[in-house]
């Protein structure tokens, strides 16, 4: 059995309950300016147009407005004006070229929020529009309207193979082969706190920004390159996040909130995104065509997988590359397959940018891989389960990529705790037992989630921890907390390695002026990467108070020493100095320890993927397998969730809060995306702009989500964890569409699973009276 | 933008005539179209203090005619928990269970559901089988400053109503169904809260002994531009048990009949086919 200790509450849970925590927009000052950006494109019905200008009129009107300052276009960037991770092709303000209908032309700051609308309500664009392309694979046909001219691979932003095998040959020669398509929408983050911050350039010149981001460190780089600023010159805090989920790695309002500081005088500017702007303006997921090629024996030993996967990045690049990078690592699933052969494009159109979202092009091929063992434990009549079982990859294995797996592996554990589980064994009762005018089906999935950068890009955290004046320790944490609670681990881990009683704690968020460069907070690393550096932060802190303790104990043997709450002790005597009074001892530079910790790579990588500039490919991977047990309603199409489990492999649990916390809420958010977030678009507009047309799950749309976990151990991270925010969001997509196809028969290739879909499904009109399925 | 309070009805008829006062209910539909700027108002004027506005009473006396006055600025959260609504109009109850979200059912009103004439307004296909009816208030003098409508003739389409300029939606006046009577509603969303109805249906019906149909009055909200009726399905079901056959060959005719829209919720083809299915559930009843 797993034993369950009473939840220990996050560091962060009082203040956020109780609502005095201070997110970026609650620390502007009350004097700040207000800066929005004008997007023209929506209102016009334009998602692709050459921009001559802006109405002249419109701006002297939106000028006279009492109270507004200026109105910015792109003559007034400084720099590059092009934003981007990677590929620097996103304009901060685009001066020659909307691409997509959220693209801003101008910006206006006002000393007012109901100036600042007034203006943006006066402006006028002078738009030419010109041929645009919303579907992917019409924008890779010869004559397609370029979105960006100069780009080598006309709208193709990246096209890539990894390959292991022979994939053709063996699919020619499997005993079983199975074809299957699929495709996934594009999914809003819908993060409770909209992108948004406040900024001042200071009197010694420097860009202070105070901003909602999940990588402070990196914007610096991405906006002095946008506004032509040394990117030392910036300083970027990050306090805890109402949400990212990925729609906030990389710049979102920065590079218009630093031009508005740029602008204002020294004074300070707030700019906010509300609901409808984050919706038009913000980062997507991708939205993913799959067609798949299975090869297998009759034993169900899978042979052979082949795969077309196409991702629509929309305008800009922001990931897109390194989004269909990690998808592709996963397209053949957690399985034993020797032949592999996985193509990828990622495609520029006229479509509102997409870019990273928890699930990194992963939760795309879920669906896809999982239909596709589905269909041949249906060919073959195996159970299911056991079909995964049988292929599921191990400790040692190869992977479908060729990466040998060196790393802990255990989603077999996870698969056998889900097979004996009273909600897997009783299905078939269960299942029976289904009211009038319902069906009721059961379905599982097994997925992954690879962890951190990849080769080609150092995945480093470097960890910094004080021990002040009062005796006490200040953890430096330099990875943002978008509310999974990272935070709250470093305190733990810190307080657990140092010996201290938690509330001896103290955390700095990040701000680049005092912690140290350590990454985004993406990728499943956050508390892996930056916890292995504060633990060796932590042990130096320890030998060096031990050390430092010596003297006024008079022990002349280190070893004769330890570290306990509030004092160190020499244990022969009991005597202890009192970590108050060795405090007053040392200088502040003793006082601070440093150190750094950078994940291990796949040794000896494979000879394929060479197209990826960086990320490929992973070493360590979490694990999942999630159950669930589905109600559907013959008449409607509607489908309840009546039970979800989530057995996950993150190594060994640091955390069981935070641990099942993630597992939850990465189900809740995976079951917005299979059922209830039907993100629409027609000809590039978004037809479901604010959050009652975009439906997230609400709390009676989600059932307790039960959690739990395989535990291993992954002897490379810190007390064995692995990074678990991301595998979670993988497991519902699959796991519905097989629970659908058991309640009616017919299995969906398109999520979200929409009522409508759902009724099609059951035969539509007249379904009751038709005779169940055996 | 200023928010007026009146106290008393005189007071609030002199507030309404300023230039592009508005009536402010619960604000839960009003706030979003001001903050959208669809809509624009130079002050709002809140029935909040208005205690005649307020409340739930029992009107006509035994037997025929007997009812409920249900003031306009009476919460969803309030109806709700009110014994009569729940024992007598379940079907009122239930459409109020799910309308929203309990924050929405705290601060949302019958009136403001019954003014906005949203096609998809939750209350309304319930209240119209009921046969309610709306009480206006007017600034004329006493007597002639009050007329009742029935509420099928006060919605004249999606967001219109009759009300006439100055005039305040004051009551809506329920008849309670007497025994023999069963209740249904049903509301198809996309999610289980704060959600547009897709599709909803109302059925009072009205059974003989050996479960034979002698009256069905059906009201479907989402389907058309209001509550939509459909006599011709009222009469398949009248003079038979509610058996699978009868309901389906009803189905069949709504199916005939309804002209629902396509919309970002759901297809027209959709609705059309749940608006018919809709009448299967009653063969539990």
């Known amino acids: 059995m797993i034993s369950r200790p009473a939840p220990r509450p996050r560091a962060d849970a009082l203040s956020k309950a109780t609502g005095t925590e201070r997110y970026a927009l609650d620390q502007a000052p009350a004097e700040s300016l207000w800066a929005g950006a004008y997007r023209p494109g929506a209102a016009l019905g334009l998602a692709h147009a050459q921009v001559l200008g802006l109405d002249e009129a419109s701006v002297r009107a939106a000028l006279a407005v009492p109270g507004v300052l200026r109105v910015l276009t792109a003559a007034d960037v400084p720099g590059t004006n092009r934003q981007g991770i990677i590929h620097k092709d996103q304009p901060v303000l685009c001066g020659e070229v909307i691409r997509h209908m959220g693209d801003p032309v101008a910006l206006v700051l006002a000393e007012s929020a109901p100036a600042l609308r007034h203006a943006l309500a006066l402006l006028r664009a002078d738009l030419r529009p010109l041929p645009a392309v919303f579907d992917p694979e019409q924008a890779l046909k010869k004559g397609a309207p370029l979105l960006h001219p100069e780009h080598k691979g006309g709208n193709l932003l990246l096209g890539a193979r990894i390959e292991k095998g022979n994939a053709r040959e063996a699919l020619k020669n499997a005993p079983v082969v199975l074809r299957g398509e699929f495709s996934t929408p594009v999914q809003e983050h819908a993060f409770l706190e909209p992108q948004g911050g406040f900024a001042q350039i200071t009197p010694d010149g420097l860009l202070d920004m105070t901003v909602s981001t999940q990588a402070p460190f990196r914007d610096r780089f991405e906006i002095g390159h946008a506004l032509g600023l040394n990117p030392l010159h910036i300083r970027v805090r990050a306090p805890y996040l109402g949400g990212g989920f990925g729609g906030k790695d990389g710049s979102t309002a920065q590079c218009l909130l630093g031009l508005a500081a740029l602008h204002a005088k020294g004074r300070p500017v707030r700019l906010a995104w509300d609901r409808e702007e984050s919706i038009l303006a913000g980062y997507k997921r991708h939205a993913v065509r799959l067609r798949y090629t299975v090869g297998a024996e009759k034993d169900g030993t899978l042979l052979a997988l082949s795969c077309r996967l196409v991702y629509d990045t929309g305008a800009y690049a922001h990931l897109g590359g390194e989004v269909m990078e990690l998808g592709m690592e996963h397209a053949a699933g957690p399985y034993r397959i020797p032949h592999v052969r996985i193509e990828g494009r990622c495609v520029y159109t006229n479509n509102p940018i997409a870019g990273a979202f928890r699930g990194f092009g992963v939760a795309q091929t879920c669906p896809a891989f999982e239909g596709m063992l589905d269909a041949l434990a249906a060919k073959l009549c195996l159970d299911p389960l056991a079909l995964r079982r049988k292929n599921a990859l191990r400790r040692g294995d190869e992977n479908p990529c060729g990466v040998r797996l060196s790393s802990s592996v255990h989603l077999v554990e996870c698969l056998d705790t889900l097979a004996a589980h009273p909600l897997w064994t009783t299905r078939r009762d269960w299942r029976a037992a289904a009211p009038p005018f319902t069906r009721r089906g059961v379905g599982l999935a097994a997925v992954f989630n690879g962890m951190g950068y990849g080769r080609g890009l150092p995945d480093m955290a470097i960890a910094k921890v004080e021990f002040t004046e009062a005796g006490e320790f200040l953890v430096y944490n330099a990875v943002a907390d978008m509310g999974q609670g990272n935070a709250a681990a470093f305190a733990l881990l810190a307080a657990q390695e140092l010996n201290q009683q938690a509330g001896a704690i103290q955390l700095i968020q990040p701000d680049t002026e005092r912690c140290h460069p350590s990454g985004s907070s993406s990728a499943g690393r956050t508390t892996y990467t930056y916890g292995n550096a504060l633990l060796k932060a932590c042990g130096a802190m320890r030998r060096k108070l031990i050390s430092r303790a010596a003297m006024p104990l008079l022990a002349d043997e280190l070893d004769s020493l330890e570290l306990i709450p509030g004092a160190v002790r020499h244990i022969p005597t009991g005597r202890v100095v009192p970590l108050k009074l060795l405090a007053g001892y040392l200088t502040h530079d003793d006082r601070v320890c440093v150190a750094e910790f950078l994940m291990p790579v796949a040794q000896n990588p494979p000879n394929t993927g060479r197209d990826f500039l960086i990320g490929f490919p992973h070493l360590i991977f979490a694990h999942a397998a999630h159950l669930a047990r589905i109600e559907v309603d013959e008449l409607t199409g509607r489908v309840r969730v009546c039970d979800y489990l989530a057995v996950t492999d993150g190594g060994k649990v640091l955390d069981r809060c935070c641990f099942d916390q993630q597992a939850q809420g990465g189900a809740a958010q995976g079951l917005g995306y299979a059922l209830t977030e039907d993100f629409q678009l027609r000809e590039g507009r978004i037809l479901t702009g604010d959050l009652s047309t975009y439906l997230l799950p609400t709390a009676l749309d989600v059932p307790d989500v039960l959690s739990l976990a395989a535990e291993g151990d992954e002897e490379t991270g810190p007390h064995g964890l692995k990074g678990v925010g991301e595998v979670g969001i993988n497991g519902p997509g699959p796991a519905l569409a097989a629970a659908l196809e058991d309640a009616t028969g017919t299995r969906p290739h398109q999520l979200p699973y929409t009522p409508e879909r759902v009724l099609a499904l059951l035969g539509a009109r007249g379904s009751s009276r038709k005779r169940r399925r055996a | ?285």
């Open chain 2, 1 to 285: 933008m200023n928010v007026l309070f009146p106290r008393t009805r005189a007071e609030l008829f002199q507030t309404l005539a300023e230039p592009g006062a508005r009536v402010l209910a619960g604000g839960t539909d009003l706030l979003v179209r001001l903050r959208s700027g669809r809509e624009t108002a130079a002050a709002l004027v809140s029935l909040d203090k208005i205690p005649e506005l307020r409340g739930i009473s029992e009107t006509g006396g035994e037997g025929l005619g007997r009812g409920l006055r249900l003031g306009a600025t009476t919460t969803h959260t309030e109806l709700l928990a009110h014994p009569l609504v729940r024992a007598r109009l379940p079907m009122l109850a239930q459409a109020l269970s799910e309308l929203g979200s309990p924050p929405i059912r705290n601060m949302g009103t019958l009136g403001g559901n019954t003014c906005t004439a949203s096609p998809a307004g939750d209350t309304l296909p319930p209240l119209m089988a009921l046969g309610a009816e709306v009480e206006l208030a007017s600034a004329r003098p006493h007597g002639a400053g009050t007329r009742r409508l029935p509420l099928a003739e006060f919605i004249t389409g999606p967001g219109r109503t009759a009300l006439a300029p100055g005039e305040v939606l004051a009551a809506v006046h329920v008849p309670l169904p007497g025994a023999g009577w069963m209740q249904h509603f049903e509301k198809v969303g996309r999610r289980n809260a704060l959600a547009v109805a897709v599709v909803s249906l109302a059925a009072l019906l009205r059974t003989e002994r050996g479960g034979t149909v002698a009256e069905a009055r059906l009201a479907w909200g989402s389907v058309g531009p209001t509550v939509w009726r459909c006599p011709e399905a009222e009469a398949v079901l009248v003079g038979r048990r509610l058996s699978l056959t009868a309901l389906g060959e009803a189905a069949a005719v709504v199916r005939a009949h309804v002209k629902p829209m396509d919309d970002v919720r759901a297809s027209a083809d959709y609705r059309r086919t749940v608006a018919g299915n809709l009448l299967l559930r009653l063969v539990a009843l």
